[in-house]
């Protein structure tokens, strides 16, 4: 296995598509865009799970779908798929509209969060289904299976029954088999949720390294913003139906639009605006300078663009409190602050120096380009 | 523009999940109406009719036959059949207790054995319910019949008189019946002692001091969905029981099933039949009623009612 | 000390009751190997039961009607149960209570109504139409609709067992409806199909009462002509035709259940 760290610098960078493991076909390496327009559905009479989604994804993105559960991410990866069908709107991937296909019609694949594998066949059989029934002739299908299993690091494992695999095989195998039809767009349905932490963070780098290895469009759902920042080209993030916001990992953590997506993203020093002079602006936390030109009710402070010194220190941007908790973490610790009646969270690196205790008297600093302004 | 779409789109989609109800249910729901509503339907309505010359229905619709099935004939009133009711009634609820008194340790001794072992001894009770019921009673023939091992004990015993079987007689139907439906009883029990939660047990020996105190607050209550469940499964197909009482019950042992049979053969009166047999169903889902009514209020819900 | 005597007491009644539940069945084979036609007593063993047997017509015919009885009712209840139960599992969400109360009714109907109900109805039709005299049609009909629910409720159940991502699967991996009912439906089935089959082969074996009331003058099955044979006077030959029934439904039950051992093992 290639060394976890090397393969998440690589996704940082964008990785034009190469290669392919999955035969030698060039052409359909431009791998497909997806374009949503005014996507609507509704369960029932009252329940909206889409309320006009408008989305672009890009040919050979790994695209996100982030949010709580029942924001309708999963209507949306189904819609794609076409397991269920839009009440309004229209789909278009790779250029063809394909809103009134039925998914057996679609070049489009899931990984399924429960695998979905058939218990009555043997993970041959399992790897050669979508194949089978678009009438690949045994030969070739012995040998593309062959070959994703090779990708996977499984070859040994075709023989055996569905039952006698781990989870993590399952999920392993769950992934070859839609990549084996060699989709437009591969949906994965929160692949990893069902393993323990340890297989997860492996497996999501091998998600990646497949993914940038195939250079296939993935649409990937989670309600883990952990795993969608490790994992996502772009991330779009949902709440009760609508976008929030689209953009990059960086993007969605350090400058989130609005209250919601900064809560999801782990945001907890939000602070409404009392009172705005120009750039300075009054808080709960204190008075704060901000750069020219940012508008919103809400402040965001990042925990960690927070200096900590010790003892009150008089200045722009410094807030003086007091220390009611500190968590240690070894290569970090996080640190509870109280300001007149609110508190406040610092992260600070564990460089070797001291480590403020609670109860100790400080001042926060945060510089005005750190400071991120936001919406309700 | 974009609403209708929808509409019409959402509406397509359901005329099209109908057809396929409609597909795959339609042929198994309209044969069950077809040869199985219609046809008690029209045994209900014969009960209103008049008895013709050959036992057929006849009209103008009366209700001649409920009387008949209460006793009056035209030479006045005799209690036969109401005799044979209560019979039925009684023989039902015998049979039930002392099925339940056999299955109940029965269903315990199984759920307390070796792992491996318990399918097969389930196996053991189940697998003579499904010889054919006639051959099964003609077994008990078989025993009680004169001068058998049995039939020579109840003798020598001065419970029968010399020379007689022990059947044909209301014993022999008590003993047909709760050898036939004993299984009935002993499955759902068992499920139930398997799901027994035995911490409540344990909690309970430590806070009666008497078994029987524990038994009766912790083990019993966690039963009593397994036993409603059994109640049912074995009382309503007793209640209506025909081979058992027509062979080892005789004259003097028939029930209702074999008075509504009776109807329909020699000596034929089929709205006399229909009477008894919508008497039959009137039982029947009295009982299924009961029996969901208990069972939901005893938290068990669905799962008591098969 | 008092529990132990709890348990040997237990034990004891255990074999008590197995001894009750087989006796019946073990004394009429025993005696069908009697070389007297005494119900009494045991003089020796003989197969002359056996012998007469081969030559009863009667026998052979009961024989022959209640197998082609039960194989053409398993296979007709087979199909339609089989629909009924994924339309059931399919349209789960919808309000079916008029289909469940459908479906309970042949099983909760006690075995005498339905019976009577049955004859009556196609005495009605055969009067009005001259259809459905009494014969083979009729008890197949009367045991297709006893055996429709149990093929149901197996497939149904089998359905809700299996995770409903599954059926996506198949269509996002480009079935088509044909190809998801040829590759994935009826492979998945094929246990609970075989087991509903059985289960209808042998209530259609074990049935009396609704074939009896169903049946004509030429279609009499097995336990209609024992059902006979013993209102005419206990004969021994009956024994013999029941030990070969037990040994049947024996040789059945073995069977399925080391199909569906095996079926769980490899």
């Not at chain 1, 960690?304 to 410094?318: C, F, P, Q, R, S």
């Not at chain 2, 022999?172 to 939660?197: D, R, S, W």
């Amino acid at each position: 296995m290639s060394d976890p760290q090397m393969v998440m610098d690589e996704s940082l960078q964008r990785v034009e598509p190469q290669e392919s493991a999955v035969g030698e076909r060039g052409e359909r390496l431009a791998a497909s865009s997806i374009e949503m327009k005014g996507l609507h559905k509704r369960f029932g009479n009252d329940a909206v799970a889409l309320n006009g989604v408008d989305l672009t994804i890009r040919a050979g993105e790994f695209f996100t779908l982030l949010g709580p559960s029942g924001c309708g991410k999963t209507t949306l990866l189904r819609i794609l798929a076409g397991l269920e069908e839009a009440d309004d709107g229209t789909l278009i991937i790779g250029g063809k509209d394909v809103t009134e296909e039925p998914p057996h019609r679609r070049s489009v694949n899931t990984v399924f969060q429960s695998y979905a594998l058939f218990p009555h066949l043997s993970v041959r059989e399992n790897l050669a289904f979508g194949l089978k029934m678009r009438g690949v002739g045994a030969q070739e299908r012995e040998a593309k299976v062959a070959e994703v299993a090779n990708l996977i690091q499984l070859g040994e494992l075709v023989d055996r029954r569905i039952d006698q695999l781990s989870g993590g095989q399952r999920q392993r195998i769950a992934l070859a088999r839609a990549l084996v039809c060699e989709p437009d767009v591969l949906l994965l349905d929160e692949p990893l949720s069902a393993l323990d932490a340890g297989l997860r963070s492996q497996l999501q780098v091998e998600l990646l390294r497949v993914q940038k290895r195939l250079g296939m469009t993935f649409v990937f759902v989670t309600h883990d913003q952990q795993e969608a920042m490790v994992m996502s080209d772009r991330i779009a993030v949902l709440n009760g139906g609508n976008i929030q916001q689209i953009g990059s990992p960086r993007e969605i953590y350090e400058t989130p639009i609005n209250v919601f997506v900064a809560r999801f993203m782990g945001h907890d020093n939000l602070y409404a605006i009392t009172e705005r002079e120009g750039c300075r602006v009054t808080t709960p936390v204190g008075t704060l300078e901000l750069e020219g030109g940012s508008e919103g009710e809400f402040v965001l402070i990042r925990p960690e663009t927070l200096d900590l010194k010790l003892g009150h220190v008089a200045g722009t941007n410094h807030l003086p409190g007091r220390i009611t908790e500190r968590l240690y973490r070894g290569s970090h610790a996080e640190y509870r602050i109280a300001i007149g009646a609110t508190s406040l969270q610092a992260t600070v690196n564990n460089r070797g120096h001291h480590l403020p205790d609670v109860g100790d008297e400080v001042t926060l600093v945060v510089s005005s380009e750190d400071l991120v302004t936001l919406s309700e | 523009m974009s609403k209708t779409t929808a509409v019409i789109g959402r509406r397509q989609a359901i005329v099209r999940e109908t057809r396929h109800l409609l597909f795959t249910v339609t042929p198994g729901a309209a044969w069950i109406f077809i040869f199985l509503v219609l046809p008690s339907a029209y045994l209900m309505s014969v009960a209103f009719m008049s008895n013709g010359p050959y036992g057929l229905p006849e009209m103008p619709l009366s209700l001649t036959s409920f009387q008949q099935l209460a006793g009056q004939g035209f030479l006045g009133w005799s209690p036969g059949n109401l005799l044979t009711l209560m019979r039925s009634l009684w023989q039902t609820v015998l049979s039930t207790v002392l099925v339940v008194l056999v299955a109940y340790p029965i269903a315990y001794y199984i759920s307390q054995a070796d792992i491996r072992w318990r399918p097969i001894m389930l196996l053991a009770v189940v697998v003579p319910s499904w010889t054919n019921q006639v051959i099964r009673t003609f077994g008990w023939m078989n025993l009680l019949a004169p001068g058998t091992p049995l039939a020579e004990l109840a003798e020598a015993m001065g419970m029968i008189a010399p020379n007689m079987g022990l059947y044909p007689s209301n014993f022999a139907v008590t003993l047909g019946l709760v050898y036939n439906f004993l299984p009935f009883m002993v499955l759902p029990l068992y499920a139930a002692f398997e799901k027994l939660n035995f911490a409540l047990v344990e909690a309970a020996r430590d806070l009666y001091a008497s078994p029987f105190k524990a038994f009766w607050h912790a083990v019993f209550p966690q039963t009593l969905p397994g036993l409603l469940a059994g109640v049912v499964l074995v009382a309503i197909p007793a209640f209506g029981m025909y081979v058992i009482p027509e062979l080892l019950g005789g004259g003097k042992g028939m029930m209702l099933g074999n008075l509504v049979a009776n109807q329909f053969a020699g000596s034929a009166n089929w709205p006399l039949g229909a009477a008894g047999a919508i008497l039959m169903l009137i039982a029947t889902f009295i009982g299924l009623y009961a029996m969901r009514r208990i069972g939901k209020r005893l938290g068990g819900g669905e799962e008591v009612v098969i | 000390m008092k529990r132990s005597i709890f348990k040997k007491g237990l034990r004891g009644f255990w074999w008590l009751t197995i001894g009750f539940l087989y006796l019946p069945l073990i004394v009429v084979m025993l005696f069908s190997f009697n070389a007297s036609n005494s119900a009494a007593s045991f003089t020796g063993i003989s197969l002359r039961w056996y012998r007469r047997l081969l030559g009863n017509d009667a026998i052979l015919s009961a024989l022959s009607n209640s197998l082609l009885l039960a194989v053409i009712s398993s296979l007709v209840a087979l199909v339609i149960g089989c629909l009924i139960g994924y339309g059931m599992y399919r349209h789960r969400h919808r309000k079916l209570g008029w289909l469940i109360v459908l479906i309970y009714l042949p099983i909760v109907l006690p075995d005498i109504v339905f019976g009577i109900s049955e004859m009556t109805f196609f005495v009605k039709i055969n009067e009005l139409t001259g259809l459905l005299s009494p014969g083979l049609s009729t008890m197949i009909i009367a045991h297709v609709t006893f055996q429709i629910p149990f093929v149901a409720l197996i497939v149904y159940s089998r359905f809700v067992g299996l995770d409903p991502s599954l059926f996506e699967a198949a269509k996002d991996l480009y079935a088509t409806p044909r190809q998801r009912v040829q590759f994935f439906m009826l492979p998945t089935l094929k246990p609970a199909l075989i087991s509903a089959f059985f289960l209808s082969f042998t209530l259609s074996l074990d049935d009396f009462v609704i074939s009896f009331f169903t049946s004509g003058p030429e279609s009499a099955t097995l336990p209609i002509y024992i059902w006979s044979a013993i209102r005419k006077g206990v004969t021994p030959e009956i024994n013999a035709i029941a030990t070969l029934m037990m040994m049947a439904v024996a040789i059945a039950a073995i069977a399925s259940l080391w199909l569906s051992r095996r079926r769980t093992v490899s």
